[in-house]
């Protein structure tokens, strides 16, 4: 699949469709997002705004498949949203101050939107789920999945922060080795 781009020298003809994807593996992604199962679809409409500037309304729509929080059990949910971003050639004045503005190169024929996508996309998509709404977890003794039924454990008290003894230790420790 080609790179989600817009030419903008037709915009000021007409309004372009911009119908695309931006796939898992693209370089517009960082560390630390939540990915796309596969690849956010995106479609939307592109205007020329004015001599530099340009308005884009679409929408973006994927699917993200990560552990549940509590089990590990692989789990999915559907993420859609409607977006509107103005682009704006670099170097016009007040670019910079707007968040809801994004900066492209002046003059450029093209750009590449799989960044401004995979901004929108990082706020929507969720970064936690849980299987089930009640989800009981794994066992913290013997790790079993406590969904499928009581492994018998006897609970552990939850604890609440790490005791200051073992930090010394610790220390001990990482100086001998
Ligand atoms: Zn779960
Ligand atoms: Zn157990």
Redesign the pocket.
């Known amino acids: 699949m080609a790179m989600l781009s817009i030419d903008f020298r037709s915009l000021h003809e007409q309004a372009a469709i911009v119908e695309g994807e931006v796939s898992a593996d693209d370089p517009a992604w960082r560390e630390g997002d939540t990915l796309p199962e596969g690849a956010v679809h995106v479609s939307g409409r592109v205007s020329a705004a004015g001599e530099d500037r340009y308005y884009w309304h679409g929408t973006l729509t994927g699917m993200v498949t990560i552990p ?1 929080r ?2 590990l ?1 692989p789990t999915s949910e559907a993420v859609e949203s409607e977006f509107h971003f103005i682009l704006v050639e670099d170097g016009t004045e007040g670019a910079d101050d707007d968040p809801d503005v994004f900066v492209i190169p002046a003059g450029a024929h093209e750009a590449d939107l799989a960044p401004i996508v995979r901004e929108q996309w990082v706020l929507d998509a969720p970064q936690f789920l ?3 709404e009640d ?1 009981k ?1 794994l066992c913290p003794t013997c790790g079993a999945d406590l ?1 499928a039924g009581d492994c018998g454990c006897i609970p552990v008290p939850k604890v609440t922060g790490a005791d200051p003894r073992w930090d010394a230790l610790r220390k001990l420790g990482g100086q001998s080795s």
């Open positions: 549940c509590r089990c059990t849980l299987c089930r989800c977890g969904n």
